[in-house]
């Protein structure tokens, strides 16, 4: 059973290009807020970020280290929501950028490697082919179900990341 922290919807923010579900949840163990967002592209596939909730406003809340010592359980926790994501779109697709830290290149990064062996552990090979453009710390789990439907997903997810990250090609 995957360990998490309790977490809760938020809202659907339409204000941008893309949708976005946010959602926030709160370390019991350092008593910090954090704050995840899923954006919702075309085809199910959704993009998952998140930050500190007290680095929001910082432009590098994506690329620094908090320093609290307790990613396995964050990462678990968005893991969580993904999981929860597929109970209502059982042929979700997902994917995520592992930022760089800053003066850290861009080529499969530290985080890169974390979500990797994390999402290996959560995702089966059988519902799910594991994308990587490591020379970016690009990581998609594609549904097989939804590739078998559309043999297209793959390159549509790449356009998805090109077109949506800053620097991605």
Same mark, same amino acid.
């Given at each position: /059973?995957?360990?998490?922290? +309790?977490?809760? &919807?938020? /809202?659907? @923010?339409?204000?941008?290009?893309? +949708?976005?579900?946010? $959602?926030?949840? %709160? =370390?019991?163990?350092?008593?910090?807020?954090?704050?995840?967002?899923?954006?919702?592209? +075309?085809?199910? &596939?959704?993009?998952?970020?998140?930050?500190?909730?007290? @680095?929001?406003?910082?432009?590098?809340?994506?690329? %620094?280290? !908090?320093?609290?010592?307790?990613? *396995?359980?964050?990462?678990?926790?968005?893991?969580?929501?993904? /999981?929860? #994501?597929?109970?209502?779109?059982?042929?979700?697709?997902?994917?995520?950028?592992?930022?760089?830290?800053?003066?850290?290149?861009? $080529?499969?990064?530290?985080?890169? *490697?974390?979500? *990797?062996? /994390?999402?290996?552990?959560? &995702?089966?090979?059988?519902?799910?082919?594991? $994308?990587?453009?490591?020379?970016? =710390?690009?990581?998609?789990?594609?549904? %097989?179900?939804? #590739?078998?439907?559309? +043999?297209? #997903?793959?390159?549509?997810?790449? !356009?998805?990341?090109?077109?949506? $990250? !800053?620097?991605?090609?």
């Amino acid at each position: /059973m995957l360990q998490h922290y +309790p977490y809760t &919807f938020l /809202m659907r @923010d339409i204000s941008g290009d893309v +949708p976005v579900l946010v $959602y926030h949840f %709160r =370390s019991p163990k350092t008593r910090q807020w954090y704050i995840v967002r899923v954006e919702e592209y +075309p085809s199910d &596939f959704y993009g998952i970020k998140f930050y500190l909730k007290a @680095d929001r406003l910082n432009p590098n809340k994506f690329n %620094r280290l !908090t320093g609290l010592n307790e990613p *396995r359980s964050i990462i678990n926790t968005c893991i969580a929501i993904l /999981m929860d #994501l597929t109970d209502t779109c059982p042929e979700a697709s997902f994917g995520f950028i592992g930022s760089n830290i800053i003066g850290e290149d861009e $080529y499969e990064t530290k985080r890169f *490697r974390v979500y *990797r062996r /994390m999402l290996t552990t959560y &995702f089966s090979e059988e519902q799910y082919l594991h $994308y990587q453009i490591v020379e970016k =710390s690009a990581y998609a789990l594609v549904s %097989r179900k939804a #590739l078998s439907a559309n +043999p297209d #997903l793959i390159k549509n997810i790449s !356009t998805y990341f090109s077109d949506n $990250y !800053t620097n991605f090609e």
